[in-house]
């Protein structure tokens, strides 16, 4: 439930309990903003955090079934919109902005490969504009929403898109 920073278990009978609180950074408030259930079946969670935190405020969590809370495990991001695991089985993160939300313009998005306990996530694409969500395919491309919050047409014609990033050959 991202307005309120938990992860919630649905039970068979539709009783929603709260798992666990994803802790938000010391200034401001987070939104959970992503979630995928790893090779280990732990849940990763990425978070956006709002204004008034600096670039690289935004943190990846780990939560595994029987864990009383949610831990860090890769830190160092920008206001995380999308994650998750690709088919290589590398865990990517895709970044509203690496200025930070309160200062993102054009350009400004990007996608980052972020290894295991890092705090300095690898670029694999930038110049992205207000990125979204991706899905990953299983050719180990990733496909990115782009200008997810741009107006539908800028007078140009429609802005958003869906970006590929291709990996190898």
Known sequence: DAGSNTIDRVGPNGRVTVAAFVPNPPVGDAVP??????????????????AGNAPGSSRVWRFAPGDPAPTVWASGLTAVTGCGFGADGQFYAVEFSTLGLIDAAPGTGAVVRVPAHSTSPSVVASGLSFPGGFAAAGDGSLYVSNWSIAPADSGGGPTGQVVRIRFGA
């Open 33 to 50: 903003t992503c979630l995928d259930r790893g090779p280990d079946g732990a849940l990763y969670i990425g978070q956006l955090t709002a």
